[in-house]
């Protein structure tokens, strides 16, 4: 299956697949909103890194300077893939345990008077993080609407909250329960003319379309790794101008460096050789032509551009072919967003018909995912609904199966 892409380029999925050993039981993945597939070579850097002398970070012996390699390798990576400075890429445990720290630390600024934004739209790692931060230091959270019917979030809504008292805007880059990409620059634009800092949530946009933060014009922006190929780890990029103004608590023999300081304890040196590999694998999925190799940035927007293309069009597809069954609700409806669907069938609980296609070889999970705020604005408490999410492993044999499985369903 090979697809092209908006721009130059093509991504060969039948290649692509052969790289992921998991794909052998035969099951089609659409559940990669909630942690995709590895491929062998992320697999084999994990392995490679645990193997090889390794040891604290240092510059004498091999064993401290892989340790050290392997950090420097993994920022610069991160660097790549987001457009940013890698002095500002701090690792962590995941998105959401990076996001209570940070949160923790940036109330320490904050006092009664001071306010903070969070949206309806958010997975709640983006939402209750500041809620509780904000809670402690007795700061007001305001919390801006999306429009449940077309799934979009105005800027204007995040606007008419905004006024000098407003600290800080924690908004998602694009949603995990229905896929709607913000406007991030409008929105980063409105919030620094009062002041404030914003806070993106990358984690679900990054698997999804070429990213540049300095273009989003983002204070914060976070991502995890095992969303886009990569292992089960964290990251979060902070402007590193901003991050030598903040004082997380630490120990007190730990660096004070940026952006050390923000790292606790020892770094999961595999997890991030993993993470480099996972950024170099999706770098290449547009191949390269012979003879010439541009630079991984340059390539890594190429790929995301023509990934973007071939999930679109997968996801049209599915949109498609679903509108033929009874009482379905696609609820993902907004201009721009990922390829990720949330779909109900009038009559028909979305946890037996995740069990049915489960076991029939077809993952697409049901709830709400951790979105809560989405899921109680669209309706649906917590039972959320079907999550239908594309990887860059999913080609049309894949949606084929999902059809044809929920073709059985309905005919049982
Ligand atoms: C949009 C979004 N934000 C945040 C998170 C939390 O990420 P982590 O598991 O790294 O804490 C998730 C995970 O599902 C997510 O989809």
Same mark, same amino acid.
């Given at each position: 299956?090979?697809?092209?892409?908006?721009?130059?380029?093509?991504?060969?999925? +039948?290649?692509?697949?052969?790289? =992921? *050993?998991?794909?052998?039981?035969?099951?089609?993945? @659409?559940?990669? &909103?909630?942690?995709?597939?590895?491929?062998?070579?992320?697999?084999?850097?994990?392995?490679?890194?645990?193997?090889? *002398?390794?040891?604290?970070?240092?510059?004498?012996?091999?064993?401290?300077?892989n340790a050290e390699d392997v950090?420097?390798? %993994?920022?610069?990576?991160?660097?790549?893939?987001?457009?940013?400075?890698?002095?500002?890429?701090? #690792?962590?445990?995941?998105?959401?345990?990076?996001?209570?720290?940070?949160?923790?630390?940036?109330?320490?600024?904050?006092?009664?008077?001071?306010?903070?934004?969070?949206? /309806?739209?958010?997975?709640?790692?983006?939402?209750?993080?500041?809620?509780?931060?904000?809670?402690?230091?007795?700061?007001?959270?305001? @919390?801006?609407?999306?429009? &449940?019917?077309?799934?979009?979030?105005?800027?204007?809504?995040?606007?008419?909250?905004? +006024?000098? $008292?407003?600290?800080?805007?924690?908004?998602?880059?694009?949603?995990?329960?229905? !896929?709607?990409?913000?406007?991030?620059?409008?929105?980063?634009?409105?919030?620094? %003319?009062?002041?404030?800092?914003?806070?993106?949530?990358?984690?679900?946009?990054?698997?999804?379309?070429?990213?540049?933060?300095? $273009?989003?014009?983002?204070? =914060?922006?976070?991502?995890?790794?095992?969303? @886009?190929?990569?292992?089960?780890?964290?990251?979060?990029?902070?402007?590193?101008?901003?991050?030598?103004?903040?004082?997380?608590?630490?120990?007190?023999?730990?660096?004070?460096?940026?952006?050390?300081? #923000?790292?606790? !304890?020892?770094?999961?040196?595999?997890?991030?050789?993993?993470?480099?590999?996972?950024?170099?694998?999706?770098?290449?999925?547009?191949?390269?032509?012979?003879?010439?190799?541009?630079?991984?940035?340059?390539?890594?927007?190429? +790929?995301?551009?023509?990934?973007? !293309?071939?999930?679109?069009?997968? /996801? $049209?597809?599915?949109?498609?072919?679903l509108r033929q069954f009874p009482?379905?609700?696609?609820?993902?409806?907004?201009?721009?967003?990922?390829?990720?669907?949330?779909?109900?069938? $009038?009559?028909?609980?979305?946890?037996?018909?995740?069990?049915?296609?489960?076991?029939?070889?077809?993952?697409? *999970?049901?709830?709400? #995912?951790?979105?809560?705020?989405?899921?109680?604005?669209?309706?649906?408490?917590? %039972?959320?609904?079907?999550?239908?999410?594309?990887?860059?492993?999913?080609?049309? +044999?894949?949606?084929?199966?999902?059809?044809?499985?929920?073709?059985?369903? @309905?005919?049982?």
């Amino acid at each position: 299956v090979t697809t092209q892409s908006r721009s130059s380029g093509t991504i060969d999925v +039948s290649a692509i697949r052969t790289r =992921f *050993p998991s794909l052998r039981n035969g099951a089609a993945h @659409f559940d990669g &909103p909630g942690g995709t597939q590895t491929p062998d070579l992320v697999a084999r850097a994990v392995y490679d890194t645990l193997t090889m *002398p390794l040891a604290n970070r240092g510059t004498i012996t091999p064993a401290e300077r892989n340790a050290e390699d392997v950090v420097v390798q %993994a920022r610069v990576a991160l660097g790549d893939l987001l457009g940013a400075d890698p002095a500002g890429i701090v #690792f962590g445990r995941s998105m959401t345990q990076l996001t209570m720290d940070l949160a923790r630390t940036l109330a320490k600024q904050w006092g009664p008077g001071d306010e903070v934004i969070v949206t /309806r739209l958010d997975h709640d790692a983006n939402v209750r993080t500041w809620v509780l931060a904000a809670q402690t230091v007795g700061a007001r959270v305001r @919390f801006a609407d999306f429009d &449940p019917d077309t799934g979009e979030l105005d800027p204007a809504q995040i606007g008419r909250l905004l +006024s000098p $008292a407003t600290r800080l805007v924690a908004v998602t880059a694009a949603s995990n329960l229905i !896929g709607t990409i913000p406007d991030l620059p409008t929105i980063s634009e409105m919030v620094h %003319a009062v002041g404030a800092r914003v806070y993106v949530d990358g984690v679900h946009y990054t698997a999804h379309a070429p990213i540049d933060v300095v $273009a989003s014009r983002a204070d =914060f922006f976070a991502c995890s790794p095992y969303k @886009f190929l990569g292992p089960h780890c964290g990251a979060v990029y902070g402007r590193p101008e901003l991050l030598e103004q903040l004082a997380p608590d630490k120990l007190l023999p730990s660096t004070h460096e940026v952006p050390e300081r #923000f790292e606790l !304890g020892t770094l999961p040196y595999e997890l991030m050789a993993g993470t480099t590999a996972a950024i170099d694998f999706l770098a290449d999925l547009v191949p390269g032509t012979s003879g010439f190799r541009a630079g991984r940035r340059e390539r890594l927007i190429a +790929s995301m551009t023509a990934l973007e !293309g071939h999930e679109d069009r997968l /996801r $049209a597809r599915i949109e498609t072919e679903l509108r033929q069954f009874p009482g379905v609700t696609i609820y993902s409806r907004a201009a721009r967003r990922t390829p990720t669907l949330l779909v109900t069938f $009038a009559g028909h609980d979305s946890q037996q018909i995740r069990r049915f296609l489960g076991e029939r070889g077809v993952n697409a *999970p049901a709830g709400s #995912f951790y979105a809560y705020e989405p899921s109680h604005r669209l309706g649906l408490g917590d %039972a959320g609904g079907l999550r239908i999410g594309l990887a860059p492993y999913n080609d049309d +044999s894949d949606v084929d199966r999902l059809i044809k499985t929920l073709d059985e369903y @309905f005919d049982a």
